[in-house]
Antibody
């Protein structure tokens, strides 16, 4: 079955870059039929979709309006994983971050990573 | 403030049915074929219950059903069971390629 395993630091200092990785097993990041997303959840902002990456003859990304200037999602076909980078973080970026499979409906989720932004 | 509006709480007794509404606008729920519902137990990742407005993934009991009318989507849980006590979230495609979520509804089984 398809599984997503997240990794990355749980504590990030303000103004620095948050970086998380999602390793895929049972599917391929390069699959023409799969889409790979990042979603976060916090008490103040609820569930918030951040962006997605997908491959169909070429790689494409779409990002949420709220983080568009600060976010990059990169696929890594050689390692069958994808990553999230969020720059210039503030306390507002403190949340549980999830990776997931799907365009608009997410049928597979990672285990979640609690990331705290604090000095 | 979430883009889609859900009541913060709902409740029902075992065996009863409960309906949770999710209200958006003509730019999201009202015009989207991509309305989804999720169940989340404490400390767990959300689980997909409904996609494509009314479709259930394999393995989701048929006690969970959904519909849409205008700008409001609804999730109905029939034959309530103790394990249905959880948070429920709706989501919709918005603005072409963005996804927006509701604020969540805490379902209590009395």
């Amino acid at each position: 079955q398809v599984q997503l395993q997240q990794s990355g630091p749980r504590l990030v200092k303000p103004s620095q870059t948050l970086s998380l990785t999602c390793a895929i097993s049972g599917d391929s990041v390069s699959s023409n039929s799969a889409v790979w997303s990042w979603i976060r959840q916090s008490p103040s902002r609820g569930l918030e979709w951040l962006g997605r990456t997908h491959y169909s003859s070429t790689w494409s990304n779409e990002y949420a309006f709220s983080v568009r200037s600060r976010i990059t999602i990169n696929p890594d076909a050689s390692r069958n994983q994808f990553s999230l980078q969020l720059t210039s973080v503030t306390s507002e970026d403190t949340a549980v971050y999830y990776c997931g499979r799907g365009w608009a409906a997410f049928d597979i989720w990672g285990q979640g990573t609690t990331v705290t932004v604090s000095s | 403030q979430s883009a889609l509006t859900q009541p913060p709480s709902a409740s029902g007794s075992p065996g009863q049915s409960v309906t949770i509404p999710c209200t958006g606008t003509s730019s999201d729920v009202g015009s989207s074929k991509y309305v989804s519902w999720y169940q989340q137990h404490p400390g767990r990742a959300p689980k997909l219950l409904i996609y494509g407005v009314t479709e259930r993934p394999s393995g989701v009991p048929d006690r969970f059903s959904a519909s849409k009318s205008g700008n409001t989507a609804s999730l109905t849980v029939s034959g309530l069971q103790a394990e249905d006590e959880a948070d429920y979230y709706c989501s919709s495609l918005s603005g072409g390629d963005n996804v927006v979520f509701g604020g969540g509804t805490k379902l209590t089984v009395l």
